[in-house]
């Protein structure tokens, strides 16, 4: 085998030569003894399979995924079950768990629409129905594109035009903060890039084995990649009392405790955040870029809420504008990577998973294997790069398509908010809820009190309370939303996420048929 | 210190030395400025007297997509007309037919995705009848009707049974479950996830062939699993022989748990494709030496050899006997980007399992919810691979006469060209062409030329393809990326759009 040493030149092939296990290499000498024997008595040895849950890569078993998980299941089943014409108490289950905008009834924007179809099928160009804006850009995107067209791969980073026109818009969300197209890489939707990055800072054993600081509550999608990468999770504790934010201190107390036991070196912020809804004041990023920086860890900001903020008196910062606000002395040495997508704000398309990741201060040399990972899944879907053009890049004044643009845009964003206000005034009228303000993103994470009685029923049950409280709510009003357990909550407390997207009349149906729900649900097991 | 990865660690087998410099070398020629000036003095300062690099290196798409066509075409016939220089001495037929057909040939599948993006076309008169059925009928199953909108984690219902039933039909009835299907690209990595162990002390092993692409590679790099290669024979036509099979796995049985085999049927870069004894002869292997198959057959539909027919693992397996055919556990997967779609970038594919055991199936569906959906644009372009216009469709004549068969008479005339070109030319042989998108030609070196290599640090193949990309603009890949035989130096390029011939190297 030492030919092959030589034959080939890249070490990849050597590796499973480099070691040599004894202890392993007597365990498959048993087995290959044993196969060797049943064969030579004639018959193919008895073969069980080779993957079983024993067998199975062990940190799959530790993933979970609340917001698909058993409720969702259920909502499917029962789903089925109306279709099919058994009897319910209600005539629809409304999909409350989950941001998905279109799924319930948000049209998409128009000009986003009309691009795409021309980008797919080019003839459309001669259709004079088409916008001369919409065909420009769509003329820009098939011209860099492999072979003018969209079904070509494009370069494992993404597509070059892209890239640059999304520095640009960085550049101008940023009041002017360079950005270099070099530092962008396009995603399958943000969840290709942070799992990418948390890939790429997972290492060491026992001790040293990276830790994640992840809020709670978080969205699982953080939860499940570390447990799937075997990285250690460090949980810090969003303050609910004074509306979800963002404490130092608990920071600090819960990296001292994790450095007991692992290495931590990211910290991950969603912000605008997911499930809380809330948004981080400008202050509280620096002193969190301070902290990252003190401590030296690798900063992840989830932004893909970025244009979804309501509240008065609140602003969408980035990460990246502060931290070189902060001066050369952070700027040039903290490591950030933000991530954004095509799936929330106003545009909701989340079945074209677009996204991009920007990173910044990162060792060139990690960069490079960064971009060397990303070229396992060769390219990010070609629609969702520039589905993502088409939202950095989106018509500007006195463009044909602009004034259409603006109305559809500002009618998402403005209902949205109406909503968000309406969600948390009607949850609070209902004795045993406390919502906190949904100052941006598209969910409530309402505190709910449970009854000792439902508590023990659903212990015994082997459920987490809040799950027997949604399963429940489930099966008797067909609204579906995500226990709070889904995304970790303070001990002895309990919660569940709704988002805010059903249309206005539905959502207030939601909410008064909640508040019956509640009540009843209290009364009874009082 | 904060920043370290396994991956890290090791080479990257793409960038070999020579790499940067062909990078550089298309950014120049491809970049804006070079193009708007190409006449001024980027040209003549560089002195390329070509336009274009025309990528060879990866299986460029929807080379069949009809407005890729004209560009490629255009791009030939560039190169005809212009002054190569020293490099391209032999100009292949571009791809012929009439260049309308071409342009109409795929048309319903472009058709439906537009509609599907801009459901406002559906009231239009100009697309075809069954165009606008099938996107209405595919925007029902989308929440919302909308393409926007999350679907389930492994795929659109109704289009995992449109799949079940396309490979129902390809292995002749051979049942197969909507519930076994798992829609996604790269559903690869969700197998390896499953399979290999990152932390134990023995590492997981996965027999891979030699020659063989180097995403996978780099793949199973990052889930920290062991290689194991084995050599598919060259001299053979590139088949795959169990006794090397046998052998590479004792090897890695000193040193790694193998667990799994990764096949490439038809091969990728090589070109061929098993028989169905071969097939056979290899899950016994898998049966007896208990393995998990990894079925990769994502160029099933392009098979244009000579009495060559392709069998899958599923269909082979299924045929085997009531102990094999019920144990031998088997991923096979497929997708859109190659096949006579060759849609690339809308990134759809799906997976099939076989024998699994279902709780780990249990297990492989939480991985999937926890990546979110696939993208739905990928599902749909599924859903018109494995249900395309039938008999009677209003879409049907163009789309199989002058689509389908055009594409298939092209391939046919492309890769029996190469074939004669390359009898002649000394120095260049290869393993006739049975299916695939690629060539893998042998290329015999002068010792003159390996030497010279040597000097330079490089292998003869990349310095090979750098003087290529400079002279010509040529965009080949060098065999040392695949992996080959001590000694044997090849280049990886398509087939099926540019066939400008490599002239004996010089040297």
Redesign the interface.
């Known amino acids: 085998m030492c030919s092959i040493h030589t034959v080939i030149p890249h070490p990849l092939f050597c590796c499973c030569y480099e070691t040599l296990n004894g202890k392993c290499l007597a365990l498959r000498t048993n087995i290959t003894s044993f196969s060797k024997a049943m064969s030579e008595n004639g018959a193919l040895p008895l073969r069980g399979k080779v993957l079983t849950l024993d067998t199975m890569n062990a940190n799959v078993k530790k993933v979970d995924y609340a917001v698909r998980g058993p409720i969702v299941q259920r909502a499917v089943q029962i789903e089925k079950e109306l279709k099919e014409g058994v009897k319910k108490p209600f005539e629809e289950v409304i999909k409350a768990n989950i941001g998905d905008a279109h799924a319930m009834g948000q049209r998409p924007i128009t000009f986003f629409r009309q691009v795409m179809a021309l980008c797919t099928y080019p003839q459309l160009l001669d259709d004079n129905k088409f916008p001369e804006d919409a065909k420009n850009r769509a003329r820009r995107i098939l011209q860099s594109c492999g072979g003018n067209s969209i079904g070509a791969y494009t370069t494992s980073q993404g597509i070059d035009c892209v890239r640059h026109d999304v520095a640009n818009y960085i550049q101008r969300r940023d009041g002017g903060i360079p950005s270099d197209p070099d530092n962008i890489y396009l995603t399958t939707g943000a969840s290709d890039g942070i799992v990418t990055i948390l890939k790429l800072l997972t290492t060491g054993e026992g001790r040293t084995r990276t830790g994640v600081m992840i809020s709670i509550p978080q969205y699982p999608l953080y939860s499940a990649s570390i447990a799937e990468l075997g990285a250690v999770q460090i949980n810090y504790y969003l303050n609910e009392e004074k509306c979800w934010s963002l404490d130092i201190s608990e920071l600090q107390r819960s990296l001292q405790a994790a450095r007991e036991h692992c290495n931590p070196c990211v910290l991950c912020i969603i912000n605008p955040g997911n499930p809380t809804g809330q948004v981080q004041s400008r202050q509280c990023i620096e002193d969190v870029i301070r902290f990252a920086a003190k401590e030296n860890l690798f900063l992840m900001a989830d932004e893909v809420y970025q244009d979804n903020v309501y509240a008065e008196g609140c602003a969408f910062h980035s990460f990246k504008k502060v931290l070189f606000e902060m001066g050369p002395e952070y700027s040039s040495k903290v490591e950030l990577a933000s991530f954004h997508s095509t799936s929330k704000c106003y545009m909701g398309e989340c079945g074209f998973r677009g996204g991009y990741m920007e990173v910044m201060n990162m060792d060139p040399e990690v960069k490079a294997q960064l971009t060397k990972l990303v070229s396992v899944r060769l390219c990010p879907p070609a629609p969702g790069q520039a589905l993502m053009d088409l939202v950095v890049n989106s018509p500007q004044p006195g463009e044909p398509s602009y004034q259409t643009f603006m109305k559809e845009r500002t009618a998402v964003l403005s209902a949205l908010a109406e909503k968000a206000k309406l969600t948390e005034e009607i949850l609070n009228t209902v004795p045993g809820i406390s919502c906190n303000p949904v100052q941006g993103a598209m969910y409530s994470f309402p505190r709910i009190t449970l009854p000792e009685r439902s508590i023990n029923e659903a212990k015994a049950k082997g459920q987490a309370p809040d799950m027997f409280y949604c399963m429940k709510l489930l099966e008797e009003t067909g609204i579906c939303l995500v226990p709070g357990s889904g995304f970790g909550q303070r001990e002895g407390t309990y919660h569940f996420r709704m988002t805010i997207l059903p249309p206005t009349d539905k959502l207030k149906i939601m909410l008064n048929k909640l508040k019956e729900f509640h009540q009843k649900f209290t009364q009874q097991y009082s | 210190q904060?920043?370290?990865?396994?991956?890290?660690q090791?080479?990257?087998?793409?960038?070999?030395k020579g790499q940067g410099r062909q990078q550089m070398i298309i950014k120049q020629i491809n970049s804006p400025r070079s193009n708007t000036q190409r006449q001024g003095k980027t040209r003549r300062k560089t002195g390329k007297c070509y336009r274009l690099t025309i990528?060879c290196d990866?299986?460029?798409?929807?080379?069949y997509?009809p407005?890729?066509m004209k560009?490629?075409i255009a791009d030939n016939e560039f190169l005809g007309r212009g002054n190569l220089g020293n490099g391209v001495q032999e100009l292949m037929g571009t791809p012929v037919g009439d260049r309308n057909n071409w342009s109409i040939s795929n048309?319903f599948y472009?058709?439906v995705?537009?509609?599907c993006?801009?459901p406002a076309?559906l009231e239009?008169d100009?697309l075809p009848l069954d165009v606008k059925q099938r996107a209405e009928s595919l925007l029902r199953e989308?929440?919302?009707g909308?393409?926007?909108?999350?679907?389930?984690?492994s795929g659109i219902t109704k289009i995992k049974h449109c799949v079940s039933q396309f490979i129902t039909r390809r292995d002749g009835g051979v049942p197969s479950s909507p519930d076994n299907i798992f829609i996604k690209?790269?559903s690869q990595?969700i197998m390896l996830?499953?399979?290999?162990?990152?932390?134990d002390?023995?590492?997981t092993?996965v027999l891979i062939p030699?020659p063989t692409y180097a995403?996978f590679?780099?793949?199973?790099?990052?889930q920290g699993a062991?290689?194991?290669?084995y050599h598919l024979c060259e001299e053979q036509g590139w088949t795959l022989q169990v006794e090397e099979l046998r052998k590479a796995l004792h090897?890695?049985?000193?040193?790694?748990?193998p667990?799994?085999l990764y096949i490439c049927n038809p091969g990728n870069p090589t070109g061929h494709i098993q028989s169905r004894k071969s097939i056979e002869e290899v899950i016994r292997f898998a049966?007896?030496?208990?393995?998990?198959i990894l079925a990769d057959e994502v160029y099933q539909s392009c098979v244009y050899g000579d009495d060559t027919e392709f069998y899958s693992y599923k269909k082979v397996l299924s045929e085997m006997g009531s102990?094999?055919c019920s144990?031998?556990?088997l991923a096979s997967f497929n997708s859109v980007?190659k096949g006579f779609?060759?849609?690339?970038?809308?990134?759809g594919g799906y997976m099939e399992l076989v024998?699994?055991?279902p709780?780990?199936k249990e297990?492989a569906s939480?991985?999937f919810?926890?990546?979110?959906?696939?993208?739905?644009?990928?599902q749909i372009a599924l859903d018109l691979m494995a249900d395309p216009p039938k008999p009677g469709d209003p879409s049907f004549p163009t789309f199989s006469e002058v689509g389908v068969q055009a594409i298939k008479n092209t391939i046919c005339k492309n890769t029996g060209r190469i074939q004669e070109v390359f009898a002649e030319l000394p120095g260049i042989s290869c393993q006739p062409l049975k299916a695939g998108f690629f060539v893998f030609p042998c290329l015999h070196f002068s010792l003159k030329a390996i030497k010279w290599a040597k000097k330079r640090q490089m292998?003869p193949d990349m310095l090979y393809c750098l003087r290529l990309l400079e002279e010509t603009g040529l965009h080949v890949r060098p065999g040392?990326?695949y992996?080959?035989?001590?000694?044997s130096h090849h280049i990886r390029f398509v087939h099926c759009h540019c066939c400008e011939l490599l002239h004996v190297c010089e040297w």
């Open positions: 904060t920043v370290t990865n396994k991956v890290i090791k080479g990257n087998p793409k960038t070999g990528l990866v299986s460029v798409c929807n080379l997509s407005h890729n560009q490629v048309y472009l058709q995705l537009a509609a993006f801009y076309l239009d100009s989308c929440d919302g909308s393409v926007g909108s999350y679907t389930d984690s690209s790269g990595t996830k499953l399979l290999i162990h990152s932390k002390s023995c590492q092993g030699v995403s590679i780099i793949a199973l790099e990052e062991a290689i194991i290669p090897t890695g049985r000193k040193t790694c748990n667990v799994a049966a007896e030496e208990r393995l998990f102990t094999i144990t031998v556990e980007s779609m060759g849609e690339c970038g809308l990134r024998n699994l055991d709780a780990v297990y939480r991985l919810s926890a990546r979110s959906c696939p993208p739905v644009v990928g292998e040392c990326e992996g080959q035989r001590k000694d």
